[in-house]
């Protein structure tokens, strides 16, 4: 495969995208912030599956961390992450600086209601304003026919396709199941800091999130069932909770028994925080 095109310029993407689109090419865009894994060239592999052309953008995107964050530890390496692309058969790598995305006096910002509203806004109260900011203005520069977004970060999906609604954005939103390792545990970037006994941990999130799914499918309270889970990470090894629920699959309203769902949770492991979620089967 060839090596991505890399362009750090806003003028650059665009010029490129309406080339390809002029040429009717049809492009897809994977949004990312690097340090990629299996579970990010997933992504690329399923939009080339329906796409000529690939974009993806690597950017740590400033607006979606809080102060007391591990932005500035946040893991980048952009030339393993540029022959991972070139593996994958990404066409073009959009690796914009933070004042190319955001110039002196920028002073705009994108809030999304609906599926925003509490799990990881309880938490992380300003993390969509910054994903909602980034992603429409990664949409508004490259154009993209459609892009593709992971299950793992299951409320930031909900969020994507609120806002293309909500604003008319002229990008099809697509899905992508959570890519795992061979003990469950979700890819994430963040994986990179848990140690070995720790990642023994780690791997028991979503053994418990299956079981407390399945419970829920069957008929066990939801409140008890979610507290149970809650109970069983923290006797697994993890510091903190920062919740467990269960939600409607689109909505992410309160779920209800006997319609499709989705179990959702954050937890600390030392001081790195892991999300993931999963299906609760129909019963
Ligand atoms: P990030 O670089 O963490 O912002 O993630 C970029 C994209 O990759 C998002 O759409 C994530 O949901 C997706 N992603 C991250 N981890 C996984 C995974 N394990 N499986 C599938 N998609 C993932």
Redesign the pocket.
């Known amino acids: 495969m060839n090596a991505p095109t890399v362009v750090d310029s806003v003028a650059a993407l665009r010029a490129q995208v309406q080339d390809w689109r002029r040429a009717g090419l049809r492009v897809a865009m994977?949004?990312?912030?690097?340090?990629l894994?299996d579970?990010?060239i997933?992504?690329v592999r399923i939009a080339l599956e329906q796409a000529d052309r690939c974009v993806v953008s690597i950017f740590v995107n400033p607006t979606q961390f809080a102060p007391t964050e591990d932005l500035d530890k946040y893991p980048r390496q952009l030339a393993r992450d540029l022959d991972r692309l070139r593996e994958a058969g990404a066409h073009l790598a959009f690796t914009p600086s933070v004042g190319e995305m955001y110039p002196a006096g920028f002073a705009t910002k994108i809030s999304v209601g609906g599926p925003s509203s509490g799990l990881e806004t309880d938490f992380r109260p300003s993390f969509f304003d910054g994903v909602a900011t980034v992603v429409a203005k990664l949409f508004l520069q490259a154009a993209p026919d459609f892009a593709?977004?992971?299950?793992?970060?299951y409320q930031?999906?909900c969020v994507v396709r609120q806002l293309c609604r909500d604003l008319d954005l002229p990008v099809e939103i697509v899905g992508?199941?959570?890519?795992?390792d061979a003990h469950g545990l979700?890819?994430?970037?963040r994986n990179a800091y848990l140690g070995e006994a720790e990642l023994d941990v780690a791997r028991l999130l979503n053994v418990i999130l299956r079981r407390t799914a399945g419970a829920l499918s069957t008929g066990t309270d939801e409140a008890a069932a979610t507290e149970d889970a809650a109970k069983a990470l923290i006797s697994a090894g993890f510091r903190k909770v920062d919740y467990v629920a269960a939600r409607a699959s689109v909505t992410l309203a309160p779920w209800q028994r006997n319609r499709g769902g989705r179990l959702l949770a954050a937890a600390w492991l030392g001081t790195t925080r892991l999300i993931d979620n999963v299906e609760i089967p129909s019963a």
């Open positions: 994977v949004p990312t912030m690097g340090a894994h579970g990010h997933s992504l593709v977004f992971g299950e793992k970060d930031q999906l992508a199941p959570t890519v795992r979700a890819m994430s970037s």
